[in-house]
């Protein structure tokens, strides 16, 4: 407005005329309260106007009542343009939810501790398991991390729970968000249908305003550990077989990977050492390389069978057919011939791969016999 005429046309000379008209039950009552809270005499309020040209301005108003005898009051207000100040905290509040929204996609629910000294704490996003056990209008009134902590270690296996609290006082995720990018928390948590393994990651998010907060989601990684067990007791389950078999042989393979040819030398026996060193041993990596190496020590006349009886596709039907797989040929050493037997056994492990132990045998004395 130009002078007091425009102001007062534009206004009705009152304050309702002056605030926008979303705002203005609202500000109203937060300045009645603070005045009755601060036994009259100050208020503090931020609100939008509408000036004559249309555009929309944030104001910040401190207001102070002054009753100056019985009959006569005083009411006087500071107000000053803050709308640069108001966008740029929007914008700063945007990037900041928007970087949490982006790092936290992955995540069932997200806290946010907003200021370790205080406590202050958020909840950002809440997982719909969860929404039944701690209704929008309870969750938005707990201010507390710790709060929030005890309520969550209720869903915690009681088997976990000690060390979960432990591992989550703020002392420790300050500390270890100041030494690690993430800092990460393993746990089961009990639903109605079972138990799950959840992780809560924390990690230290910088603020545009040089603050910092504390950001942690929650993480269903269930499948993810139960396969790694499952391929852990895989992996003991083949071990297993292989050390009772190893009893037999004289030197035993393992292909991980038939159609890929991927090879272990699990062990090779003393008479072939020197032919292959250790060193030169664990340079195979290929069934096939392993096959025409070890192939020079067949008997010229069986070595063609060898290999032919040995590729894997005649691995594979005949592991399929029957549950070990001959191969029998004669194996030259320095000063003999002797009978051996190469036995192909196919290993179905629990995590659904499937690997094959081939293990050569000394059955001279069972042939000459």
């Known amino acids: 407005c130009e002078n007091l005429e425009e102001f007062k046309a534009l206004t009705g000379f009152t304050f309702r005329g002056m605030v926008h008209p979303d705002d203005y039950e609202k500000i109203s009552a937060s300045i009645k309260q603070q005045v009755n809270k601060t036994h009259g005499e100050l208020d503090f309020v931020e609100y939008r106007i509408i000036r004559k040209d249309g555009e929309i301005r944030w104001i910040d108003d401190y207001g102070h009542y002054i009753e100056y005898d019985d009959q006569n009051s005083l009411y006087y207000v500071f107000i000053s343009d803050v709308t640069d100040k108001y966008e740029q905290a929007q ?21 946010l501790i907003t200021d370790p000294a205080t406590e202050r704490f958020e909840l950002f996003r809440i997982d719909k398991e969860m929404e039944h056990l701690i209704p929008a209008n309870v969750a938005v009134k707990i201010e507390k991390f710790s709060q929030a902590l005890a309520f969550y270690s209720r869903l915690v ?90 009893r037999v042989y004289d030197s035993i393979w393992l292909v991980t990977n038939l159609e890929k040819q991927h090879f272990e030398l699990y062990r090779v026996s003393d008479n072939v050492a020197h032919l292959l060193p250790t060193r030169e041993a664990e340079k195979f990596r290929r069934f096939t390389d392993a096959l025409t190496f070890y192939s020079r020590l067949v008997h010229e006349e069986d070595r063609a069978f060898f290999l032919d009886a040995m ?59």
Request: glycine share 4%.
């Open 91 to 111: 914008s700063d509040k945007a990037l900041h939810n928007a970087v949490i929204e982006a790092l936290t996609k992955a995540y069932d629910s997200v806290w």
């Open 157 to 246: 296996l009681e088997e976990d729970r000690q060390r979960f609290l432990e591992e989550l006082t703020l002392e420790n995720i300050v500390r270890n968000t100041e030494n690690k990018l993430i800092y990460s928390v393993s746990f089961r948590r009990v639903f109605d249908d079972g138990i799950r393994y959840y992780r809560l990651e924390l990690t230290k998010l910088d603020l545009p305003d040089g603050k910092h907060c504390i950001v942690g989601g929650f993480k269903n990684v269930d499948e993810e550990v139960r396969k790694d067990q499952h391929f852990r007791n895989s992996l003991n389950q083949r071990s297993a077989v292989i050390r009772a078999l190893g």
């Open 311 to 369: 590729t894997p596709e005649n691995i594979r039907k005949n592991t399929e057919r029957d549950m070990l797989y001959p191969v029998a040929y004669r194996r030259v050493f320095e000063n003999e011939i002797r009978h051996y037997r190469a036995e192909v056994a196919r290993l179905d492990l629990d995590n659904g791969e499937i690997n094959y132990v081939v293990g050569f045998r000394d059955i001279d004395e069972e042939c000459n016999g």
